[in-house]
């Protein structure tokens, strides 16, 4: 880079400090990139979604001006010295739990609200992180910034995901428009009256059977008479 060697050191007192200091800067950016999303006044997954596209923009440039993508320097730092430096790997560890509980708080705050059920925000906080840095690697992998902006809607769907399953990891169906709101025990007690209702059919068609077709038409019209009973 065309620093020497006494310049270095007079900044830095060894190579693992400019590592550190590098961590430091990158790590914070995107924290306050994470804290600046999570604080707009917009629905959930815009603000998910934010990053990924001041990361897709960082890229492109970077791209233009340098004719390559570097990757993100944490993702980086973790590959190339994780396993040798533990004081690396504690500090890149570090940035990226503080950016999971950024995205974690603003999770409960919408669970809080009733617009996500109660899910677990810290595990799905962290993997958006993973899943973050992922993309980042795959970008740098194919040198092509279009796989953040392809890929982007892919933490909205991690979100989406972890509200289908409860804390205790029993699957729930996906809930359409107008259902936010509708608590679970609603949910369970419509599913047993369906469950009734069913059973309630299919006996009366047993019936109708043994009896023959004079005994069906008897038991339609008693029936009706039953349903017409308030």
Not at 18 to 46: F, T
Not at 99 to 125: F, H, K, N, V
Not at 163 to 182: D, I, K, L, N, Y
């Amino acid at each position: 880079a065309g620093v020497r060697k006494g310049s270095f050191y007079h900044f830095f007192p060894s190579k693992q400090a400019l590592v550190l200091a590098v961590i430091d800067r990158y790590g914070y950016h995107i924290r306050a990139l994470w804290e600046e999303a999570m604080q707009r006044d917009c629905p959930l997954p815009e603000r998910l979604q934010q990053v990924f596209a001041h990361a897709y923009q960082a890229h492109r440039t970077c791209l233009q001006d340098s004719g390559q993508l570097s990757g993100c320097p944490l993702g980086n730092l973790a590959l190339e010295l994780g396993s040798q430096d533990p004081v690396v790997r504690h500090q890149v560890h570090a940035m990226f739990t503080a950016w999971a509980e950024i995205i974690a708080g603003s999770l409960r705050d919408e669970i809080a609200r009733g617009a996500l059920p109660a899910l677990d925000a810290g595990t799905t906080a962290q993997a958006i992180v993973a899943y973050f840095e992922g993309v980042m690697l795959l970008a740098k992998t194919q040198q092509s910034p279009e796989v953040i902006a392809r890929l982007a809607h892919g933490a909205v769907a991690l979100v989406e995901a972890a509200a289908r399953r409860t804390p205790s990891g029993v699957h729930q169906e996906p809930r359409g428009p107008g259902h936010e709101g509708r608590s679970d025990e609603k949910a369970r007690g419509r599913t047993l009256a369906e469950r009734q209702a069913a059973g309630g059919a299919k006996e009366r068609r047993r019936r109708e059977v043994r009896a023959g077709p004079r005994g069906a038409q008897l038991a339609h019209g008693q029936n009706e008479q039953d349903e017409a009973v308030p």
